[in-house]
């Protein structure tokens, strides 16, 4: 009952958060560590703690900012372009569930989508027919996505190989597409991202994960009030750097503006 109570307070404050987001005056270190402390830290039962990756509180979070920062600084390219930016439900393939004995309209087309964390996609429809004047037709809608990034708390190796293999069917799909990888905390030695089809990972606290011994020591209500100062200053030491959201918003900003005849001439290549 204690913990629903303060799910109740964090939602209310998150709300908050956001309106304030859409206002350009709130403040994202001051609610993510609120959620990591004063919600999940600090209960006096250990659920949230232990399931918090599996309930995503925290890159939750990331998800709803990243759209409302990209906006705040490149709405006009984005809008002009008929672009949406967000968690999208993308194309990630195609099929036909047709034969010769048992023909469907639209030869049976199917589309295999995928949600994305972030994506810089445009809506796509998609019609299939027998006919050249498309009679007996089926039409499927999606979106194709240009630009998709994948938000963790903690990055460890099974994660990166799970994103290198992602990326390789975003990939598939859509070759032009960029794939990247967003953490808060690194939790592997770091590999090169030029043998797969990962665009480039971002560490947006420029820090490691606390090791596993001292992890540990949160498991419990009593380790974690014991340790509550140090992970504190282990929050504080580590904020998240503003220039890691800098460089993210101009990837995409190079991706939109690339094939820009203007910019092309001015540089001379392209």
């Known amino acids: 009952m204690e ?8 939602i209310l404050r998150h709300a908050t958060f956001i309106q304030q987001l859409h206002e350009i005056k709130g403040d994202f270190e001051f609610v ?19 399931q918090k990756g599996q309930i995503k509180l ?14 705040a600084t490149l709405d006009d390219h984005i ?15 195609i099929r036909f569930e047709s034969g010769i004995r048992a023909s469907k309209p639209g030869a049976g ?47 460890d190796k099974t994660m990166f190989q799970e994103a290198a293999a992602t990326a390789v069917d975003i990939k598939s799909a859509v070759p032009g597409a960029k794939y990247y990888l967003l953490c808060e905390w690194l ?21 490691r994960r606390l090791p596993s011994d001292i992890r540990g020591q949160f498991n419990t209500y009593q380790g974690r009030q014991k340790h509550r100062q140090f992970y504190t200053d282990y929050l504080t ?34």
Do not use: W
């Open 187 to 207: 939790d592997m030695t770091p590999i090169s991202t030029s043998t797969t089809a990962i665009d480039e990972i971002i560490i947006l606290r420029k820090a």
């Open 79 to 93: 809008q002009s372009q008929n672009l949406t930016i967000g968690s999208k439900t993308c194309f990630s393939g």
């Open 32 to 50: 993510i560590n609120t959620i990591e402390m004063d919600l999940i830290f600090d209960s006096p039962n250990d659920f949230l703690y232990r």
């Open 58 to 71: 925290e890159n939750t979070i990331i998800e709803e900012f990243l759209p409302i920062l990209v906006l």
């Open 237 to 270: 030491v580590h904020p998240f750097a503003v220039d890691t959201f800098s460089r993210f918003i101009m990837h995409i900003y190079n991706l939109i503006t690339e094939h820009n005849e203007e910019n092309v001439l001015s540089k001379g290549y392209f």
């Open 109 to 155: 087309i199917q589309i295999r989508e995928k949600d994305q964390d972030f994506a810089l996609s445009r809506e796509l429809f998609i019609q299939s027919s027998h006919y050249h004047d498309f009679r007996e037709s089926l039409t499927l809608a999606s979106n194709i996505a240009y630009l998709v990034a994948e938000c963790k708390t903690n990055l």
């Open 3 to 10: 913990d629903k109570l303060k799910v109740q307070e964090a």
